[in-house]
């Protein structure tokens, strides 16, 4: 059998239709949108419901993006605990922030309630597994900051994880039951759907090449030759951003982070390993990452080389991983390995900038942009429709590139490799 070097567990939605809107320079639109992920979908989404003309271009086909290719884990939260979020941005925004941050599943899980999204999902929760005792520390913490605030979230013991996860290896954890799993690229193109059926333009295989201003409107230019004439431009392209505008992509770290699937699990098999359908990430640096799949395989990701993968080797460690929390799995054939790209940012933040009058950019997913780029989407529609900054969740920074951005890359190369080796230690 012939391997794919990014062969993606997911589903296509049976009717995926193929979005091909016709682009037009005779009308000035309101906002152009460039990335069909889930940031550009769900913001043309929202901002045609408020009857904003749209169009949004994908330099690809709609979910070869990150938002198509993840770990479909839906998880609310930011990195940062509400107490941490709280004394960095102040009572009142800090305050607004934890609100914004606890609602990011619900975001999704209502989208797909709402709109009749043909979406394989479930809503079980999502375990943060601790295998040190520094871990279990931390997770009692953030279990008091969200517990306090009414969020329906439990720490659980060793006898407790073991149970949930049918795991080797953790002392405890967090269980936060806001959370859930979907198909990612199911909900990508669900998204294209309804946003098109709302009124929005979805154009796929359009590179955005030039972004220019004349008369007080933005005029985007495709690698096609086409135009187009806008109000506002919303850069949704995340860690896929190249050099349409300058800066922004030296303010971004990108990583490269690999899944692998298995065949699916024998019955008593899928019967001890996660028997209630709950996504886990657990505390080592160089974190893994799992959940099991609508037809039930188990899908495991982590941290991958930073060049580009090469043959099945590649995604060897992720094997290891997966025997090494599972030893029953030895033996179960890998039938899928993928990867995507994730941005990170210095301070572990998403970054909202608005270089210009009407432009806007939103990069730093953190690799955690399901809920996080679905709920953004929602609050940039209600910013172009008219609202004040305060609509949106972040405030609105300047563009400051990475210093020595170009060694970054080897730095965070070799700060995994050091990672991996302390996490090997603390085993
Ligand atoms: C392997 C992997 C696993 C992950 N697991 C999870 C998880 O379990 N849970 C979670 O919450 N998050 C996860 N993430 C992160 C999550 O996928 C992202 O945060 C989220 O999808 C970002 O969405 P987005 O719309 O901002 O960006 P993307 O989906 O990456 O979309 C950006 C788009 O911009 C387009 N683009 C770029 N430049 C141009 C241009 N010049 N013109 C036109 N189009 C352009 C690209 O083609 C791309 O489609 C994971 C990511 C990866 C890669």
């Known amino acids: 059998m012939r391997t794919s070097f990014s062969d993606p567990v997911w589903q296509k939605p049976k009717a995926a239709p193929a979005f091909q809107s016709a682009l037009s320079a005779a009308v000035t639109l309101d906002a152009v949108i460039v990335g069909g992920g889930i940031m550009g979908l769900s913001t043309a989404l929202h901002a045609a419901r408020a009857g904003l003309s749209v169009q949004v271009l994908d330099a690809g086909a709609i979910g070869q993006g990150a938002s198509g290719l993840n770990g479909g884990q839906v998880i609310p939260g930011l990195k940062y605990d509400p107490e941490w979020l709280i004394g960095h941005f102040g009572n009142q925004r800090g305050a607004a922030l934890v609100d914004f941050a606890a609602s990011t599943a619900d975001v999704v899980f209502d989208l797909i309630r709402d709109e009749k999204l043909a979406v394989p999902f479930m809503r079980s929760g999502w375990i943060q597994a601790a295998h040190t005792e520094t871990a279990l520390k931390a997770a009692a913490s953030r279990d008091r900051q969200w517990r306090s605030r009414g969020a329906d979230v439990k720490l659980l013991d060793q006898a407790e994880i073991a149970a949930m996860t049918g795991a080797r290896g953790y002392l405890g954890g967090w269980l936060d039951r806001r959370a859930g799993v979907i198909d990612p690229l199911s909900y990508t193109m669900e998204l294209a759907r309804v946003a098109a059926a709302a009124g929005a333009k ?92 609508a037809d039930g395989r188990l899908v495991l990701g982590g941290r991958g080389r930073m060049a580009l993968p090469s043959s099945p080797a590649d995604w060897a460690h992720l094997e290891r991983a997966l025997v090494r929390i599972y030893p029953a799995l030895a033996g179960i054939p890998i039938e899928k390995r993928w990867f995507g790209r994730v941005a990170m940012t210095p301070d572990h933040l998403p970054h909202l900038h608005q270089p210009e009058q009407g432009l806007l950019a ?66």
């Open 202 to 293: 979805v154009a796929e295989r359009q590179k955005v090449v030039k972004l220019g201003r004349e008369a007080g409107l933005w005029r985007v230019s495709t690698q096609g030759g086409s135009e187009l004439r806008a109000k506002s431009v919303v850069l949704a392209t995340n860690a896929y951003t190249d050099s349409l505008l300058p800066g922004l992509a030296r303010t971004i770290v990108p990583l490269h982070s690999f899944q692998i699937a298995t065949a699916p699990l024998p019955a008593d098999l899928a019967a001890s390993i996660l028997p209630g359908g709950q996504a886990v990430s657990d505390s080592r640096r160089i974190l893994i990452y799992y959940r099991k799949s």
């Open 362 to 427: 939103v990069v730093g997913c953190q690799g955690r942009g399901v809920g996080l780029m679905s709920a953004m989407g929602k609050r940039m529609a209600g910013y172009l429709a008219g609202g004040d900054g305060e609509q949106l969740p972040f405030p609105l920074s300047p563009i400051r590139p990475i210093p020595f951005h170009a060694f970054r890359q080897v730095g965070v190369a070799a700060a995994i490799t050091w990672y991996r080796m302390l996490d090997a230690l603390e085993r």
